[in-house]
């Protein structure tokens, strides 16, 4: 018989409604379980930027009342031992200023609900602009005081405090009339325009605009009001200008826009987390030079995506850094299909795992090995039943995975293009293609897997037996790189175990970063190891298979 002929034979034997129900129905648990991950892991409502930062912006306002009401206490308490009128008209004057932001924070403080992620420091500084304005202009009307220039003077104690209020005035107490005019009216102008931007809640406009205030010249501080903490909001995109342009251009008006989030994320792409207590100074520089190089390559592509607007797949990775998500898409739940390995792996051997086992049991064996079909051909064929078992059962996940996302999130992005770093620049390939490339690198440690079990069932007429061997396997798979850092040794890392989920390499994962500290190998040396381990473990089965005996019973 044809090989193809003993494969559909195998397929005959094995098949039943009963089994494609169940692994479909698995597949379909073990998907959305893996989407309901990948949802919760980067869903956007989950970020500091909205949920956080809403609480954090309240605490401020709370701490600002609170301080407020404590400087209008001290100067109640101050003004019992003034002495002259020009004192007491400042204090009371202070005194005003506290009380009218006392209730301009608490008008603010209804507002929070309703902010966005990218008001939060702009409304924030806007407390800070409007203080200003109403301190300087109560100054402008009462400079030529002289009591009002003695008291800010360089030798003056400003003993009633060194709050926003007596350090705005004695910023300002030496520029000229013209000069102090020109600062109103600019924070002013600014206040108005920002205020205007806030009503529209357009992202790309005020970024606009905010880059006009800043390449004008003006002092950030000194003609806006701007607080540092703005300054921190603005920096990714003054570090990549060509980004922002191409947000301005592209007239991106959300901040959750995956190309916004990109420039944001550009920021948090580490060059090296790898602590330096975990191994030698040596292997801490290796692998903390391989991060550099994934890190170039994730800031090539995040800014390829953001002038091309094209949805990169690059999963988020561990950051600390506030005010980043990754934008809920098709492609990146898509990508998420790599996981099934393991879940295919244990539905193999929970349903096929008895191929050769259930032979020995019912006497079948004996017929094979006296057939006139060669027991190479027929160890050949079971083996590629089960592989093409396995590669089906992918498909049929990804199928699953491309329906549930698809509804969820939409189609149309599962056919833009990947994003690939090849030679130096990235360059456009076919999604699904590079899903289904990941796919088969992925499956390639599951099948060395499945021909240790192949190996296995030849010394054993019990099922369960090398099930349970092989699930202790799989255990040690989920462990062995906790292993290999916490003991220090590179053993295990020459094995086939780490790679059983090898998505985990695929996708870098801190793990696996971690190890590289330890150990000096590559992406491809779990391929390298699994390509070894099945052509040791399949031919030693299929020699194993050749010399058996048939045994009458």
Not at 19 to 33: E, M
Not at 127 to 135: D, F
Not at 494 to 512: C, G, Q, R, S, V
Request: glycine share 4%; net charge negative.
């Amino acid at each position: 018989m044809k090989i193809w002929d003993l494969i559909k034979a195998e397929n005959i034997k094995n098949r039943s409604w009963f089994k494609g129900i169940f692994c479909i129905a698995v597949l379909f648990l073990a998907s959305s379980a893996i989407i309901i991950l990948l949802a919760l892991y980067n869903d956007p409502t989950n970020d500091v930027s909205v949920g956080e930062t809403q609480y954090q912006l309240e605490m401020y306002l709370n701490i600002q009342r609170e301080e407020y009401q404590r400087l209008q206490k001290g100067l109640k308490e101050n003004t019992l031992g003034l002495n002259t009128e020009f004192e007491k008209e400042l204090v009371s004057l202070h005194s005003q200023y506290l009380e009218e932001f006392v209730g301009e924070i608490d008008q603010f403080k209804q507002e929070i609900p309703s902010i966005y992620s990218w008001q939060y420091y702009i409304r924030e500084e806007l407390i800070a602009v409007k203080e200003e304005i109403y301190i300087l202009e109560r100054y402008y009307h009462n400079r030529e005081d002289k009591a009002f220039q003695d008291f800010l003077s360089e030798d003056s104690d400003l003993s009633y405090g060194k709050d926003t209020f007596y350090q705005t005035l004695k910023e300002y107490y030496q520029k000229s009339s013209s000069e102090l005019e020109s600062a109103i009216n600019a924070k002013k102008e600014y206040l108005k325009n920002v205020e205007q931007l806030l009503k529209e809640g357009i992202f790309y406009r005020y970024l606009e605009y905010m880059l006009k205030v800043i390449k004008s010249g003006y002092d950030i501080n000194q003609d806006t009001g701007r607080q540092q903490d703005t300054d921190y909001f603005m920096q990714p995109f003054l570090a990549y200008p060509e980004l922002a342009d191409s947000i301005i251009e592209q007239k991106v008006e959300e901040e959750q826009d995956y190309r916004v989030q990109n420039v944001y994320r550009l920021q948090t792409i580490p060059s090296c987390s790898i602590s330096g207590s975990i191994s030698n100074d040596e292997g801490r520089k290796r692998a903390c030079k391989r991060e550099e190089e994934w890190a170039n390559e994730k800031k090539e592509i995040l800014k390829y995506s953001t002038t091309h607007a094209i949805l990169s797949a690059i999963p988020l990775g561990d950051t600390d850094e506030e005010h980043v998500h990754m934008i809920l898409s098709s492609k990146i739940i898509v990508d998420g299909v790599k996981y099934l390995g393991i879940v295919i792996l244990i539905l193999i051997i929970f349903t096929s795992g008895d191929i050769l086992t259930r032979e020995k049991v019912s006497g079948e064996e004996n017929i094979l090995l006296t057939s006139p079909n060669k027991r190479g051909k027929i160890f050949l064929a079971k083996f590629l039943y089960i592989a093409l078992e396995c590669y089906s059962l992918w498909l049929i996940g990804l199928f699953l995975f491309i329906i549930i996302s698809g509804n969820l999130y939409g189609f149309h992005e599962i056919f833009t293009p990947a994003l690939v770093y090849k030679g130096g620049k990235v360059v456009e390939s076919f999604y699904l293609l590079t899903v289904l490339k990941d796919i088969f690198l992925a499956s390639i440690p599951i099948l060395a897997f499945l021909s240790i079990y192949f190996l296995l069932s030849l010394f054993s007429k019990k099922t369960f037996v090398v099930a349970g061997i092989s699930f202790l396997g799989i255990a040690l798979s989920s462990v062995s790189w906790s292993l290999i850092v916490k003991s220090k040794t590179s053993i295990l890392a020459y094995m086939i175990f780490p790679y059983l989920d090898y998505a985990k390499i695929l996708n870098h994962t801190l793990e696996y970063e971690s190890v590289l500290a330890i150990v000096d190998i590559k992406d491809s040396t779990g391929i390298i190891i699994s390509i070894l381990t099945f052509l040791i473990c399949y031919g030693i089965g299929n020699f194993v298979y050749a010399k058996r005996e048939i045994k009458n019973d």
